[in-house]
């Protein structure tokens, strides 16, 4: 099956490239070209990566004899005896070497590129044990969304912290807006797995001080998602 994971992707378009796919899954990208334009721009894209290591070889003619050999073969003659073995030349010593090189980059980048994380997440409870708020953080941004919103008095706004394990005061994350759904990239720190989510009552603006003043709300822990 072709993944859908980009950088996955991209590796076994390169594979391809290279020929260290097995049959069945060099079938698979030959099919999924025909209707995938982005596989077929990445198969394309190696290719045009890896043409010029030929360019780099002397052009050399085949062996003596070799097309009447195929010729005969093709006819079911009996081919005659080839003539004596002669050391490979330099153009297929050197292709060898070359996509021996290509070859061992490609595994190197593929068993030293990052091993993708999932996503965590978190969902915030009510004091009743009810799901209030759905916390998901991928990469770098933390996505924040209402499952049961519910009314505020209009002289208060919620605030969104986050509490990275061993930080000694949470971060502000921001305002969330009156419907119910916040979208940020936090500039200091980064979300991770244990970091606690709370969202506390503050005055219009936010806490004045830049550390929670009113009460917390809801409050839960980044984890993995679960099947991620």
Wanted: aromatic share 4%; net charge negative; hydrophobic share 45%.
């Amino acid at each position: 099956m072709i993944p859908t994971d980009p950088a996955e992707r991209d590796a076994m378009a390169g594979e391809y490239v290279l020929g260290t796919l097995d049959t069945h899954d060099a079938r698979e990208v030959e099919r999924a070209m025909a209707s995938d334009p982005d596989l077929r721009a990445a198969v394309e894209a190696w290719e045009a990566r890896l043409a010029p290591l030929t360019a780099l070889a002397l052009p050399e003619a085949p062996p003596p004899g070799l097309w009447d050999r195929i010729e005969a073969a093709l006819k079911g003659e009996r081919p005659a005896a080839p003539p004596p073995a002669v050391k490979p030349s330099g153009f297929w010593r050197f292709w060898a070497l070359g996509a021996s090189v290509v070859a061992a980059g490609l595994a190197v980048f593929l068993v030293m590129r990052p091993v993708p994380q999932p996503p965590l997440m978190t969902v915030l409870l009510t004091q009743q044990d009810q799901p209030a708020w759905l916390v998901e953080a991928d990469g770098g941004a933390l996505r924040l969304a209402a499952l049961n919103p519910q009314p505020l008095p209009p002289d208060r706004v919620m605030q969104l912290w986050a509490l990275p394990q061993g930080a000694t005061a949470p971060t502000s994350l921001g305002l969330i807006p009156p419907q119910g759904r916040l979208t940020v990239t936090p500039a200091t720190i980064r979300p991770e797995p244990g970091m606690l989510i709370e969202i506390t009552l503050e005055p219009p603006g936010g806490s004045p001080t830049g550390r929670p003043t009113g009460p917390i709300l809801f409050i839960g822990r980044l984890l993995p998602a679960r099947g991620a």
